[in-house]
């Protein structure tokens, strides 16, 4: 699956689901779970873009983009969050739990799409 083709995916399961709790959350954690769904979503494209770009190289390489992503996306994730609770005030619990929600979901999904293709011996890109 192409780089856009999976955004598209994302965005689409982000879209649905945040809309269909939307009415239940008051308006701070509605900020908060945009927030933590925008955050998931970067992460989840970063990763995804990572995984096509090493898989075209070698062992070493794709190791170093998949493990040294990790570790730049990761203090991104920290920095974002600290940041939106200190400077922003959003409601922690609400972030918290969008945010990780969210990349449970895609990470299962990168997982499951990375693991089909390599199962029939195909290309991840």
Known sequence: MSLARYAVVVLIIAG???????????????????????????????????????????????????????????????????AAVLALGLPKVPLALTLLGYFLVFLILELAILHKKTSRGESVR
């Open 16 to 82: 649905a689901s945040l809309a269909a709790v939307w009415g239940l959350l008051d308006p701070a954690a509605r900020q908060a779970a945009m927030v933590g769904a925008l955050l998931a979503l970067l992460n989840t494209l970063a990763a995804y873009a990572l995984a096509l770009w090493g898989e075209r190289r070698s062992t070493t390489a794709f190791l170093g983009a998949v493990l040294g992503g990790m570790v730049g996306r990761m203090a991104f994730l920290l920095a974002a969050v600290v």
